[in-house]
């Protein structure tokens, strides 16, 4: 299922060992103590190297110590059980990695888990760790999450200290939780959220907000005023642009959430699109190019996938104007959803306008870059990782395959106490409809 880049026997081990001992003592450091957590390889998580993905990386950067998550969730006794694999330097939607092979989807053997943390959603579809972390630069955490059927959550840009994480798109990319449940989400980030003081962000994130999910413990779904006094913007022609399977597994989320809640959905409209989605094309790859493209040069490109050599020719064509260009449609951007904000709470969508893809047999051996199936996955991914929002990926069903879908909840900044409650109510209402196991699971309990 090629899950996993690396993963040490013996360190997971002394770590259960150090917990056992802990909890023999009836002193655990926390909920999360022996809990195993997958890491994406972008993060680093010492002594294992960082690679990307990639098989030249680990030369060119040494990992010298953990990623300011990794050292938080060491503090609550986490047991890290690996490095999990990803597209080659997060530069796809697939997951198909030609060097450490194409993460496969619990679901279906046959497709993709989605990219580019596609090892770690995989790995908690499948059952072998409650949660893991990934990095979301351009939907690659709620992506995946949706397409292996489990919780995905990118918080607001700067509420997770992105120290020790591979600057591959540092005005962009954020750590990411993928995990089996919303309260699992809400206690993995608990555990790592946090800005530290060298951080490279424009204002200091306030106090986080935490939910309280237990209105929801007895199943009475009435107990809870925030949910019905929560407003939801729809962009119905944007929302519609999805597979049929997809928009109508969405369409009965809302239906059921507005019957029970009597939740408000205000229709809006957001302009330009597809000139958002191009900007953010233009400085994710601008700002890889200017973060490790000499090291590439000197050291990648022999080494690297097609599709990863594809990639940098056309972002070294890219121009000065033309990423100046970008960040004024990402000021315009930021200008459109601030005014939907003023009367609503959360942008609603699908996940993604489409569920998990075959893997194609070119790609296995040279890597994939397929545009048109990516544009799909990535719709309505942008402006989450554009604009710095924070947003989250609840499954609600499945399609006609038995393919996860899930739909995405976009906050303002600093939000992400509603989106957890909010997406705490759907998970519970929608539980009926998300019984189908996975195709790969593993029980750890037995």
Known sequence: MCFFIAYNEEDILR???????????GKPLSVLDGVPIAVKDEIDCFPYLTTGGTKWMQKVRKVKDDAACIKRL????????GKTNMHELGQGTTGINPHYGAVRNPYDKDRCAGGSSGGSAAAVAAGLCPAALGVDGGGSVRMPAALCGVVGLKGTYGRVSSAGVLPLNWTLGSVGILAASVEDTLIMYTAI????????????????????????????LSKSKIISSIKIAKYSKWFDDSDKSV????????????QEYGVKVLEVTIPELEEMRLAHFITIGSEISASIGIDYDRMGIHDSGADIRVCFALYGSFSTRELLSAQRMRFRQMHYHMEIFKTADLIVTPTTAATAPVCSADGLKYGELNYVYGAKLMQYQIAGN??????ISVPIGYDENGLPVGLQLIGRPWSEATLLHLASAIELLMAPNCTKPPEVVYDLLI
């Open 15 to 25: 770590q259960a060992s150090e917990s056992t001992a802990r909890h023999a003592k």
């Open 74 to 81: 060491r503090a609550c006794g986490a047991l890290l059980v």
């Open 386 to 391: 554009f604009l710095g929002l924070p947003a």
């Open 193 to 220: 959220q946090g800005h530290l003081a060298q951080d490279w962000i424009a204002s200091f994130p306030p106090a986080a907000n935490l939910p309280i999910l237990k209105d929801f413990e007895d199943g009475d």
């Open 247 to 258: 928009r109508t597994t969405c369409y009965s989320a809302l239906n059921v959430l507005q």
